[in-house]
């Protein structure tokens, strides 16, 4: 229809009507471009979301698997207490907060819980000494998201390198893991 209405102009040697045609084209042409980047743009942004709501998910299963291995780690403890003091050796007496200068989170055990251990397990103290629980990070949202591409996808450079960092010391858990196991 445009094309017969220029053509129609051009015959008549309308040129301004001509020029007028070809404005609303060349208009028409960069309004649809303004419109598809306006729709990626809020694509971007959805995923963006999408993609923060999944890594704070992997946070919690983070969570929940640091703290079942610190209530592990206490356990174990217990057990080797109990077994130096069934052995007439001092149980251990030790600051975590000490050792772990390099961890910005501190944690810390209470000595006086971990002391109190099940007479009724005696018989099992040397497993539950040599039996660990190795937390494992969970990284695969951060694996999908730079695999894809999608870490320049978040707008804060400083988030980025939040969990730029949070991933190097999750793997740092897993390379302790491997060694460990």
Known sequence: ??????????????????????????????????????????SDRAREEQTIGDLLA???IDRGEYATAITADEYRIGAA????????????????????TNIETRYSFDMSEIASFPAARFDRLWTDVVIGFHPT???STYDTMVGAGDIKLIRDRSIVREIQAYHNSAQAVLDQNDKLL
């Not at 229809?1 to 051009?10: A, Y």
């Not at 207490?81 to 772990?100: H, T």
Request: net charge negative.
């Open 1 to 42: 229809m445009i094309l017969s209405r220029i053509t129609e102009h051009f015959k008549e040697q309308n040129w301004f009507a001509v020029g007028l045609d070809f404005l609303i084209v060349v208009i028409g042409i960069l309004l649809a471009f303004q419109i598809t980047e306006w729709a990626g743009a809020r």
């Open 58 to 60: 992997d946070l919690d």
């Open 81 to 100: 207490n109990a077994s130096l003091v069934e052995a007439g050796l001092a149980p251990i007496e030790f600051d975590l907060q000490q050792l772990s």
């Open 137 to 139: 990070p969970s990284t």
